[in-house]
């Protein structure tokens, strides 16, 4: 397919950049998900930290000097339930 | 003499992230983000706090999922699929709470394939020498005025509008002939 300058122009404007932020979260699961994994593996092999996470997910996680964002909670909240 | 590197294949950048390797992820992403995007609130016309809901959600996914992908080629129409499919579950959503009839917006299709059309030209522009795509991606996507490119560049405003004609000229070119992706619409 062919196209014009001004055909190009209009489809270079039909995509704008996405807000930086959310780009730069997407970009940072992989190291969310290892922190992520750490945290359902201690879970695991401790009964204790496992039985704090349950009972107050956020405040537990605090303790231990994770940041607790919303999508850290609610990816622990499903491993954990899960 | 300007050195532009051809950007890796999108099949070797999803094996690349498939093997672990961050950067080609963020590279990934980068690279699918405005379509992503586009498709969230240009086609289904989401408000911005459900497009981010989305748009994560779209991510998070394909992460999960990079293992199971079964044509590494086909992550463009893959993801253009999976970003309609969570859109449409959001407006259901929405219209649990306020039926409507229809929740996807009638043109959605037209403009989902006029943003695979966009994405074809804007991968094209990765392959021209960065001036070239700093000054048009500037002016036409991000909306900057002759005076903010020229600050940014470094380069006189006066001769911008020559850049942009110029830079268009070999956008064109670069982007005949060559073999056009099969797209999220399955359209080639």
Known sequence: ?82 | MTIVTEPASDAALVARCRAGEDEAWRELVERFSRYVYAIAVQAFRLPEHDAEDVFQEVFARTYERLESLRDDAAIRPWLGQLTRRLCIDCLRGEAREEPVEEPEPPNAEQIVERLDEALDVHHALDRLSGDCREVLDRFFARDESYRTIGDALDIPPGTIASRISRCLEKLKAELVGRTEPVHASGKR
């Open chain 1, 1 to 82: 397919m062919t196209y014009d300058a001004e055909q190009i122009a209009e489809l270079l404007r039909a995509l704008p950049p996405a807000p930086r932020g959310w780009v730069e979260a997407a970009q940072e699961l992989p190291s969310a998900r290892r922190g992520l994994d750490q945290i359902v593996a201690r879970a695991e092999a401790d009964a204790e930290f496992r039985a704090r996470l349950v009972a107050d997910l956020e405040h537990a996680l605090e303790a231990e000097g994770y940041e607790p964002d919303a999508a850290l909670l609610e990816a622990l909240r499903r491993r954990i339930d899960g």
